[in-house]
């Protein structure tokens, strides 16, 4: 069967694109995924972090946030969930999810870059807001 | 009523079991009475899931908050629409409507197949009555039950999620979950034709109106969320590449290949184990969808909670099902031997088996891609995740391959294709492809990878087109026909192969609608009522909008709203006006952001009332309290996707839709007779 | 009270329901019936699919002519060869149950996306036996006519010639 040869060549062929595509995508793709602690560590300890794409889950603090006016900039602070102490500052050039605010207890995933002056600069800002979530029947009972 | 439903429950899984028990014994050992018994129980099961089913319903529409889930989904005010639709609004509710759903499909094979390609159906009773009884386990011991009481009765339920609240909700999900749980009948047959070693094409010809079935249903739920995330949402997107969107396209992307590798099967006798290999995958990665809906191990906007004994379970039963898969395709390996072999590149099986690798490469990059946060960790210790701009990059190349081969495909004959011929056969479809491009080029079309999906889809187009009139015309001149009976024939004595044309044509509107994205714009301003926006369209003309004012009526169910109305111009002329909408629902802290979108064939106008100064003033109507600010769009091609979704149900319905005669011998009784007239027979 | 009695029905019900065959002894049939599409069957009507297929291919210009002529003898044997096979059969199963169907072939359950298949098994056994049958009407042509006298549709691509031909 001479084709025979030539198909898997073919097979081969679209196996290595798919293995190309997946490795170039994810080698200038991926982000870190990192609570504030972690996040500080690690940049306290390589600088180059600055530089990468980060996934930082955390919790909005309350009252910090701020909308520039007129324009569509926002700027609030992230708190880790364990150690309250550490905190930065977030800016956000886009829409706020419907369900963020800095009222209730907020938990939020910012992706972007945390810049060398401190402040993390946000391009993708997810946010859950405890009352979507089920609640346990201690939770109903009040 | 809500009692009876969950004893129903406890009920239906003994009975499952036991028909599970009985079709396989019945099947080995070959008593037809055990195998009745076994089909009687999948007709029980449906029965008593329809109680349970019903019995949450009654629960709903009687405000029954001491059952949590109710308390959890539902309050005094729902509308009854949307108190109907909590069976699929929870994790809970949702695992039983799956059920509901197999346990429907199970008893429309049973009874389809009472007297017909009855030496498969012992099996496939058992394998069938296997999948539910592990959905019930689930539901039973899982910490899901949907019938769990609460030690006192609160006197309201926390009511609906508002994003819920809309009426894609009584419709997406069931689509949806529609498509999953019909691949489990074919992948019955499929496991049954192993373990009966019944392996010709019997089975794939059995089999393929269910799966094109479930294709249908996966098409269009995946289309009708992509609608329901453009309209609710509001950003104007409508694919997120969320792990769980990603995971309801992964059974898609593997069924669609499944489709086209079972014609390689049925014409030339190749490819047995891939097939098989393929059934299994595309059966698992319906049961994967459902698990990363209800199990919360990978972030999403989908995922309902987290529950980790959920996850083991079901990647125990998936792990299971996988392994016996391939134990059993590896003892049958013998006689799943091919029985042609491929004679020539050039060739339609050849341009087929390209688009399988290509398809199940889309489906290896996505599911990478999902559990890439669980692969890293692993492997690091750090995790790690790509977003959207990773699928984005390693896909686009894929789907214009795919693309390509939808044209290619249709041209190239089975077997052997002769080169001089496709030469000839290329030619136009290449030169109108190239001329889309030149042309869009000479109109100010400059980006790239647009021009190329542009000028593929006229490519493919052409073919299409060419292919049709071909067709009428050698039907025409082979049976003697007039041309406009030809071409009605041609589809109606061939609707697989041409109602999927028709649906390759929908997929190219599709297709043509994503590169449209390319050439979307938005503009953000705050305005005081009587200032404008003004928005520059790809096509050329402008839009401007002229804020008119908030005002803040009051609705059902709803505490707050303040409506914002835009008078919209087109170049200067007046064509009509868009609403925008902040909404606050009762017991949700979150507002709720109302689009308004002005829809027209090439471009939609997207309006989002992006903040309101002081939104508590707007709702008591304030005169000073109008200050908003607002974005809007201009979404390029989007309303293709939604035409060219209803085309793939229009093609679909045609390759599903009976053929004559196909239905001759269900009439026959179902019994076999009395068991000693069957002794004496076997 | 109303609640035992309805779950005492119904799980009575059920149970009744689904082992009243284990019970009364009634079997559920497990073998394929006469009238169902066979194996045969299915290889016949596959390779009259790719027959028709190939014709269509043939003339929208997707095959060469020797390619077809090729291919045109190789499915049309493998659906003489199932077709014989089913009459074998049939005349078994025919002498062992007489009552049953007259033309098992045509009773079949399976697809009949073209409704025209016997007409078109006709027309390879005749276009196989004689060579010259026009395909459209069924007039009997001179040996080498490329054109139907009866009504003038092309009478290329008649496989008269070519024998069997392995797959390679």
């Known amino acids: 069967m001479k084709d025979n040869g030539k198909f898997f060549v073919g097979l081969g062929g679209v196996a290595l694109v798919v293995t190309y595509l997946i490795w170039t995508g994810v080698s200038e793709t991926m982000m870190y995924y990192l609570t504030p602690v972690e996040m500080m560590a690690r940049v306290a300890e390589d600088p180059t972090f600055h530089e990468v794409g980060l996934k930082v889950s955390g919790r909005v603090e309350p009252g910090s946030w701020t909308r520039a006016e007129d324009e569509l900039l926002h700027h609030f602070t992230v708190v880790d969930l364990e150690d309250k102490s550490v905190r930065f500052p977030v800016e956000f050039r886009d829409m706020l999810p419907d369900t963020f605010n800095d009222t209730d207890v907020v938990d939020v995933v910012v992706e972007g870059r945390f810049r060398e002056d401190g402040v993390f600069e946000a391009t993708v800002v997810l946010a859950k807001c405890g009352s979507r979530y089920e609640a346990t029947a201690e939770e109903l009972l009040s | 009523m809500t009692i009876l439903g969950e004893l129903a429950l406890w009920i239906a899984l003994p009975i499952g079991i036991w028909g599970a028990v009985a079709g396989f014994v019945g099947g080995r050992k070959e008593r037809g009475d055990l195998v009745l018994s076994a089909e009687h129980s999948v007709y029980a099961v449906f029965f008593l899931l329809i109680l349970a089913s019903a019995g949450i319903i009654t629960a709903f529409l009687t405000d029954r908050f001491d059952y949590w889930y109710v308390a959890n989904y539902s309050n005094r005010e729902l509308a009854t629409f949307y108190k109907v639709s909590g069976l699929w609004a929870g994790q809970r509710g949702s695992l039983v409507f799956w059920a509901l759903l197999l346990s429907l499909f199970s008893a429309a094979a049973v009874f389809t197949n009472r007297a017909k390609n009855r030496e498969f159906m012992a099996y496939v009773v058992g394998v069938l009555l296997t999948i539910s009884s592990f959905f019930l386990v689930v539901l039973l011991f899982a910490d899901v039950n949907p019938f769990e009481r609460l030690p006192f009765a609160p006197a309201d339920g926390r009511g609906l999620n508002p994003q819920l609240q809309n009426y894609w909700m009584t419709i997406h999900p069931p689509t949806l979950y529609l498509g999953f749980t019909a691949f489990t009948i074919p992948f019955a047959f499929a496991v049954s034709a192993l373990l009966t070693g019944k392996l010709d094409s019997r089975w794939i010809v059995i089999t393929r109106r269910w799966i094109l079935l479930s294709w249908f249903f996966l098409a269009n739920g995946i289309v009708f969320g992509m609608r329901w995330a453009y309209e609710m949402l509001g950003w104007g997107g409508y694919w997120f590449w969320d792990p769980v969107e990603n995971a309801s396209l992964l059974p898609w992307l593997t069924a669609t290949a499944f489709l086209h590798s079972i014609q390689i099967q049925e014409n030339r006798g190749m490819l047995k184990v891939w097939n098989m290999g393929l059934v299994a995958l595309t059966f698992l990665l319906t049961i994967f969808a459902t698990f990363l809906t209800r199990s919360g191990l990978i972030e999403s906007v989908h995922t309902f909670a987290e529950n980790t004994r959920i996850a083991f379970i079901f990647l125990g039963f998936m792990g299971t099902i996988a392994g016996a898969c391939v134990l059993l395709i590896a003892w049958r390996y013998p006689q799943l031997k091919s029985e042609n072999q491929i004679q020539s590149f050039l060739s339609r099986e050849s341009a087929f088996l390209f688009n399988n690798l290509i398809l199940l490469g889309a489906a290896f990059t996505i599911m990478w891609g999902v559990l890439f946060p669980l692969i890293s960790e692993g492997f690091t210790g750090q995790q790690m995740t790509v977003g959207p701009p990773f699928f984005e990059r390693v896909n686009l190349p894929i789907g214009l391959a795919l693309l390509a081969l939808m044209g290619i495909g249709p041209v190239i004959a089975w077997r052997r294709a002769s080169r001089r011929n496709l030469v000839k056969n290329f030619a136009m479809p290449i030169v109108v492809g190239v001329l889309v491009v030149g042309g869009l080029y000479v109109r100010g079309v400059h980006h790239g990878m647009a021009l190329v999906t542009f000028g593929l889809s006229a490519f493919v187009m052409t073919i299409i087109i060419v292919e049709f009139v071909k067709g009428t015309k050698a039907r025409a001149s082979i049976e003697g026909e007039g041309h406009l009976l030809a071409f009605f024939h041609l589809v109606s004595r061939n609707r697989r192969r041409w109602g999927g044309y028709i649906v390759h044509v929908g997929v190219v509107m599709i297709f043509t609608a994503f590169a449209g994205a390319a050439f979307d714009r938005e503009v953000v301003q705050t305005l005081d009522p009587g200032e404008t926006i003004s928005i520059e369209s790809p096509f050329g003309h402008e839009y401007t909008l002229t804020y008119q004012g908030l005002s803040s009526p009051r609705g059902e169910n709803l505490v707050r709203q303040a409506v914002a109305l835009m008078t919209v111009e087109k170049n200067g002329r007046p064509i009509g006006s868009l609403t925008a909408e902040k909404r606050l629902y009762v017991k949700w802290e979150a507002p709720l952001t109302i689009v308004g979108i002005r829809q027209t064939l090439m471009e939609d106008l997207y309006l989002i009332l992006e903040n309101v100064n002081d939104l508590s003033g707007a709702f008591e109507n304030e005169a000073q309290a109008q200050r908003a600010t607002f974005e809007v769009q201009v979404n390029v091609l989007v309303e293709w996707i939604w035409y060219g979704g209803f085309i793939v149900t229009l093609g679909s319905i045609i390759g599903l839709w009976p053929s004559r005669g196909s239905t001759t011998t269900a009439s026959r009784p179902q019994t076999g007779g009395k068991r000693p007239a069957l002794a004496a027979r076997s | ?168």
């Open chain 3, 1 to 168: 009270m109303g609640l035992i009695v309805g779950v005492t029905l119904v799980s009575a019900g059920v149970i009744l329901f689904v082992m009243l065959p284990v019970l009364r002894g009634d079997w559920a049939s497990l073998e394929r019936s006469d009238d169902e599409v066979t194996e045969v069957d299915a290889r016949k009507q596959a390779a009259l699919r790719g027959l028709r297929d190939a014709e269509y291919d043939y003339r929208s210009g997707k095959i060469d002519q020797a390619d077809y002529q090729i291919l045109k003898s190789d499915l049309a044997r493998k659906a003489l060869e199932a077709m014989q096979e089913e009459a074998a059969a049939g005349n078994a199963a025919n002498d062992g149950a007489p009552a049953d169907q007259a033309e098992p072939a045509n009773g079949g359950a399976g697809d009949r996306a073209s409704e025209n298949l016997e007409a078109e098994i006709a027309r390879v056994r005749k276009g196989i036996a004689q060579g010259r049958t026009c395909s459209g009407c069924g007039h009997l042509n001179v040996k080498k006519s490329r054109f139907c006298t009866g009504c003038g549709g092309s009478l290329d691509g008649m496989a008269t010639t070519a024998g069997p031909r392995e797959s390679v």
